[in-house]
């Protein structure tokens, strides 16, 4: 079983950058692929980021391409979303979520675990 653990959350400003992290336990973390999704209040979860076993592929969602950057460290068995130019449309509760290969990482229900989330806020 595989626990997840965000961090990094908080209220910011417009134009702010925060750094998300989340610490994975309980598993080889080298054999997960990994996301950050988020939700809006009254919208559906929607796919943020997602980076591939071996880091080498990356996917980026529209809204966030060329602001927001995802990496990981195998080594520290966590991986980061770097949140850059911070807009208060970017407010929601992240998730990371962990998936056994690396098939489809844009879609959510690929994912085997989930963390708790943790809340952005971007104030106008």
């Known amino acids: 079983q595989v626990q997840l653990v965000e961090s990094g959350g908080g209220l910011v400003q417009t134009g702010d950058s925060l750094r998300l992290s989340c610490a994975a336990s309980g598993g080889t973390f080298s054999t997960y692929a990994m996301g950050w999704f988020r939700q809006a209040p009254g919208k559906e979860r929607e796919f943020v980021a997602a980076?591939?076993?071996?880091?080498?592929?990356?996917y980026l969602s529209d809204p966030v391409k060329g602001r927001f950057t995802i990496s990981r460290d195998n080594a520290k068995n966590t991986v980061y979303l770097q949140m850059n130019s911070l807009k208060p449309e970017d407010t929601a509760v992240y998730y990371c979520?962990?998936?056994?290969?690396?098939?489809?990482?844009?879609?959510?229900?690929?994912?085997?675990?989930w963390g708790q989330g943790t809340q952005v806020t971007v104030s106008s």
């Open positions: 980076i591939s076993r071996s880091a080498i592929i990356k």
């Open positions: 979520a962990a998936q056994f290969g690396d098939s489809y990482l844009r879609t959510s229900a690929q994912y085997h675990y």
